[in-house]
């Protein structure tokens, strides 16, 4: 569902009529835009792609991976982005700052008599009462003010620095859960674990999956259609309904490609046969992604985290009707996604978690809407969180940064490190590695990790491909200690090549030359694999 501004005719308009305000609006739209497009002609993401029609065989557990695997095996996560940049202050209202709040809202503000409080000093607009029971039961939190140091303002970019784990300053291509998937599963791309560690849907142009050398930890769909698809079916798209002329073989040919990446199409169709849905769902893009999700994990599918998006959020003009509409979508989708497991016995085994890239300013515009701004709340749903309550200081509305814009509270790499460890048993240390390096603070929110597996950290072990200008490609890697390596080189669908290298090697760094040691090669996209002693590591490479 899209807010009702409508920025196709704002890019219609010549260039001369435009403000500096919507020039830039529209250039950020634009970028957006195509970052998504490049992001989908991936199919599905570089690491579903890379991933092919090769034999699935589990990858080596990690004692991180076995204590998600045991125990507490059953713990998810469902994170759900709110793309565009959620006005918090109409989805928490703040009752202890109404004057100030109306004031800088004349005509979108939220009339007390149409909400249901909270506490006292918080409440929720009434069109959001479906998730009052979860309130009332002790399985709901709000994050107050999350947000970070010199809010960028950009959708393009602060959504990159929520899933990279960055500062402003800083500027990343990889994402803070690709990061930590890769030191757990470094030879993913030729053996990859047996069922997908993160489902993302409708949100393939985000970093969060990503790992440093480019490889999607996620099996990412850009649709939500299509995820319902391949669990109905096992396969993505039609092969038979194909026109009988040129193009319908060379539709048939990209539709079979695309559908062979897919690696994980029996687990998931598997899973969903076996799950059921017990409720009904509104019939909205976010409530069928809720619907779809519950059916996996009641079918046993063994995937951590999910990503779900609703997009919408930019709210720019006509707020009020359009706000409303997301935020009933949201409550009505939370309240059945836990009626629905709560039959299975699978409520108390799920927490949600709601991101969006940036809030909204305190004052309302000129167009009925609200610009970009800062701070926002964060909110978590489920029975892991032992109680209903706030976490950090709301913040204030009269002393605002030079922009009118609130100033954040809560960083917002906190409530991802609190979840991370707290909730799915992640190793502190590998968590706060995750965020490169940096410990963030750890929120009160209730839950508790209980796991008898010793968790460890698994030892980097560095490696990189090197493209020198005479067109040669080297794989560069550090021995810490002497030992025998083999070095691999596989086709886009994981399947052997060459050995480019198998000997024994002394401590330092090492570089093995591809074409010199594998002969004449096609141009194109291969994987090449290190085994080094019990270890196996894996990246892509791109030969010119």
């Known amino acids: 569902m899209e807010p009702k501004f409508d920025h196709s005719n704002l890019f219609k308009l010549p260039y001369a009529k435009l403000t500096a305000e919507e020039l830039e609006h529209q250039r950020e739209h634009s970028l957006w835009d195509r970052r998504n497009f490049f992001k989908a002609l991936g199919f599905a993401g570089a690491g579903s792609f890379m991933l ?275 935020l009933t979508d949201l409550a009505h989708g939370i309240s059945s996604f836990y009626k629905d497991l709560k039959p299975a016995g699978r409520e108390g085994d799920v927490l949600c978690m709601t991101i969006s890239e940036f809030g909204r300013r305190v004052d309302q515009n000129a167009s009925q809407g609200t610009d970009h701004g800062a701070a926002a709340p964060v909110l978590l749903f489920g029975g892991g969180l032992n109680g209903s309550g706030f976490v950090g200081e709301h913040p204030s509305l009269s002393q605002l940064d030079q922009a009118g814009n609130m100033i954040f509270d809560t960083d917002y790499r906190q409530p991802y490190a609190t979840v991370l460890e707290q909730w799915l048993c992640i190793d502190g240390q590998a968590v706060d590695n995750a965020l490169l390096g940096v410990h963030h603070q750890r929120l009160e929110l209730g839950l508790t990790c209980i796991t008898s597996i010793s968790e460890q950290t698994r030892k980097e072990f560095i490696h990189k491909p090197l493209y020198a200008p005479e067109g040669e490609v080297y794989i560069e890697f550090v021995l810490e200690r002497p030992n025998k390596v083999l070095v691999q080189l596989c086709n886009i669908m994981g399947q052997h090549i060459v050995d480019l290298s198998n000997r024994y090697m002394a401590p330092g760094t090492h570089r093995v030359a591809v074409r010199a040691n594998a002969g004449h090669l096609a141009s194109g996209q291969y994987v090449y694999r290190i085994i080094n002693g019990n270890e196996a590591y894996s990246r892509s490479i791109v030969l010119m």
């Open 52 to 326: 092919g029609k090769m034999h699935i065989s589990a990858a080596p557990h990690s004692p991180i991976a076995e204590a998600l695997a045991t125990g507490h095996t059953d713990r998810v996560l469902v994170i759900v982005r709110l793309k565009g940049g959620n006005d918090g202050l109409n989805t928490i209202v703040p009752v202890n700052q109404y004057s100030v709040y109306a004031n800088k809202r004349p005509s979108l503000k939220i009339p007390l008599s149409e909400t249901f409080n909270l506490s006292a000093e918080y409440a929720m607009p009434k069109f959001m009462n479906a998730l009052q029971p979860l309130w009332a039961e002790g399985k709901m939190k709000v994050v107050h003010g999350v947000g970070y140091q010199h809010q960028n303002l950009s959708h393009f970019r602060s959504a990159d620095i929520w899933a990279s784990g960055t500062d402003e300053e800083q500027t990343l291509n990889s994402g803070m859960l690709g990061r930590y998937y890769a030191t757990q599963n470094p030879d993913f791309l030729t053996n990859p674990p047996e069922e997908p560690l993160a489902i993302q849907v409708g949100s393939v142009g985000n970093l969060l999956f990503t790992g440093d050398d480019n490889t999607n930890y996620a099996f990412s769909v850009a649709d939500p259609q299509q995820l319902y698809n391949l669990a109905q079916k096992g396969w993505l798209h039609d092969m038979n309904n194909l026109p009988e002329c040129l193009y319908g073989e060379q539709l048939g040919f990209l539709r079979g490609i695309t559908n062979s990446t897919f690696i994980y199409a029996g687990v998931i169709n598997q899973a969903y046969t076996e799950g059921a849905n017990s409720v009904g769902y509104d019939n909205t893009t976010l409530s069928k992604q809720f619907a779809m999700v519950a059916r996996l994990i009641k079918g046993g599918l063994g995937t951590k985290i999910y990503l779900i998006t609703l997009d919408g959020f930019d709210t720019h003009a006509e707020q009020p009707d359009t706000h409303q509409e997301l």
